[in-house]
């Protein structure tokens, strides 16, 4: 069966919220500080592909199931890294 998209993660340490929005690609959300840096990740590498099936079976041990509604709590006070 199919994912559906987007799906929701986190680190267990709270220092990284990822919103996955297809088989090859996610948002990171890395906290720095008081608040998040945005990484646009497109998986077109092969250390990215198994980062995101990682991620989308929550099969690494440090990963866990995340809401939406944590996910934009976190984008509302996101910085760019540029």
């Known amino acids: 069966m199919a994912a559906i998209y987007p799906l929701y993660r986190r680190l267990r340490n709270g220092a990284s919220l990822y919103r996955i ?4 690609r996610f948002t990171e959300l890395q906290r720095v500080g008081a608040g998040w840096l945005v990484h646009v990740v497109v998986a077109d590498r092969y250390p990215e592909r198994v980062r995101l099936s990682e991620l989308i079976l929550a099969s690494d041990h440090g990963v866990e199931p995340a809401t939406e509604a ?13």
């Open 21 to 24: 929005e297809a088989e090859d």
């Open 70 to 82: 944590e996910f934009q709590a976190a984008w509302a006070v996101r910085r760019s890294p540029f």
